[in-house]
């Protein structure tokens, strides 16, 4: 350890709670590392320094105390800037919100102050979150951490980026079609997307549609796992919520690969787009793994139509989600909002019928695909971290994109599925940026989905190139 913004959360909890570590020492060091990091990264946006010092300084004393600490006493967060922050700059990465100072928090950011959680920051988005390269027009790009000339992923970059250079050690994100993932692969850093309905979300635009959801990002596996005890709920405002246990998510052991069922596929049998050199790249990790497993064999879930699928059913999101805007302040917004808005006034009811109908057989064959397996591990990502200047592939491997989330079929396939699914860094692809898996775990599974992702990244840091990659931060602050 360098400084203590390099600590996992969960040794950083731990020695808060023993008095080892104070939190505003921990806090400046996080606050020591945006101001030497971030000019080049752009990762945070929005800061409260000051509110995040006083909390500190209360956190510090719970501890000498004695009183009763939360599972993220003292540790400082940053929140994705599509989600309101009392008294935190919080834009959507949109003009229309350039000056936007919400006067509470939402639900989800009091469930994390709740736990202890210290909020210093927002992390960069594309405006309203679309697309998988975090820029707006209110804050410019963020750049990746292994190579400035590229992305970050998006649309949570900003929480990746910041993450991979010790900004912060837990950092929150949300997933539509791989938002968490995404970032999460190209950035070498840990991203869940957990089960729809265990983290509320009660702002979500149609009720039961579970393609949006709200999860942690992190170093670890075990930190995720941290997180997700501040995050998860039963809130009555959100109908899909029930029941939960966030203690639950505490103290995991690594689960014993040994009796683990695993499948591999390479892109869904042809269904998904996948890069070629990002397909060796995988095929060399599985190949690597060996007897890790109690079995593991090639299957591929049926996913036909899971391209037209999520498309429509995604335009469906976008009209009950930014239709006034786009009426009123169309020439605003990003061209990504604007292609989700008006494909969506090309299609017809019928059209959203069949995405249903669609959507069931998806949903249901899957139920079925994963009776006798326990994870299903997919690449990452499609393809490498891409040159900002290039933008969002239009292609792969000369094949042409029907849209602008044509090469995140990889990731948004799995959306449609309600499966817990767990972005885990595994070494570097062939252009020497960070690679990483998909582990899809079963339905409402996630708190076993994260004891074999715990066992995995144990097993690939023991494996010769598969270890997570740490940007250098010399490159970065020089």
């Not at 989905?449 to 270890?467: D, K, Q, V």
Request: glycine content about 10%; hydrophobic content about 40%; aromatic content about 6%.
């Amino acid at each position: 350890m360098s400084d203590p913004c390099d600590l996992s959360a969960t040794r950083a909890r731990q020695l808060i709670g023993t008095g080892e570590l104070s939190p505003e020492d921990l806090l400046e060091s996080c606050i020591a590392r945006v101001d030497a990091a971030n000019p080049a990264i752009n990762a945070i946006v929005a800061t409260d320094f000051e509110r995040a010092r006083r909390d500190a300084v209360a956190a510090a004393q719970a501890v000498r105390d004695g009183a009763e600490l939360g599972p993220l006493h003292g540790l400082p967060v940053g929140i994705k800037d599509l989600n309101a922050t009392e008294g935190l700059r919080t834009t959507w990465g949109s003009l229309l919100h350039a000056d936007h100072v919400p006067k509470r928090d939402e639900p989800m950011v009091t469930r994390l102050r709740h736990a202890g959680a210290i909020i210093a920051a927002k992390t960069n988005t594309p405006e309203f979150g679309a697309g998988t390269h975090t820029t707006n027009k209110v804050y410019g790009p963020t750049h990746n951490p292994f190579d400035l000339n590229r992305t970050s992923g998006g649309s949570s970059g900003g929480s990746g980026a910041a993450l991979a250079t010790g900004m912060l050690p837990l950092a929150h994100g949300s997933d539509t079609g791989g938002s968490l993932r995404n970032p999460a692969t190209w950035c070498g850093v840990v991203g869940f997307r957990p089960t729809p309905g265990l983290v509320p979300r009660e702002s979500r635009p149609l009720n039961f549609s579970h393609f949006s959801v709200q999860g942690p990002m992190a170093r670890s596996v075990a930190d995720v796992a941290l997180m997700m005890a501040g995050l998860v709920a039963d809130a009555d405002r959100d109908p899909l919520t029930g029941p939960c246990d966030p203690s639950a998510f505490l103290d995991l052991e690594p689960f014993d690969l040994g009796i683990v069922r695993a499948a591999w596929t390479e892109d869904f049998g042809g269904v998904a787009p996948v890069d070629n050199n990002i397909r060796a790249c995988f095929q060399a990790v599985i190949g690597k793994l060996g007897n890790s497993f109690g079995t593991i064999s090639a299957d591929d879930p049926d996913f036909a139509d899971a391209g037209d699928c999520f498309w429509t059913l995604r335009c469906v999101n976008y009209l009950a989600s930014h239709t006034k805007r786009y009426e009123t302040h169309g020439e605003k917004l990003s061209p990504n909002i604007i292609a989700n808005i008006e494909d969506g006034r090309k299609m017809s009811l019928a059209d959203v019928a069949e995405a249903e109908v669609q959507w069931r057989r998806i949903y249901t064959t899957f139920q079925d695909y994963f009776e006798d397996k326990d994870v299903l591990i997919v690449p990452g990502n499609a393809v490498p971290a891409f040159l900002i200047e290039d933008g969002i592939p239009k292609e792969v491997n000369g094949q042409p994109m029907a849209n602008y989330m044509g090469a995140s079929l990889i990731r948004s396939a799995l959306t449609l599925t309600g499966h817990p699914v767990l972005a885990l860094p595994c070494g570097l692809d062939h252009l020497g940026l960070p690679f990483g898996v998909q582990l899809v775990g079963k339905r409402r599974g996630d708190v076993e989905l994260l004891r074999i992702a715990m066992a995995l990244e144990t097993e690939f840091a023991n494996i010769p190139g598969l270890e997570r990659p740490v940007p250098n931060l010399e490159d970065l602050t020089t």
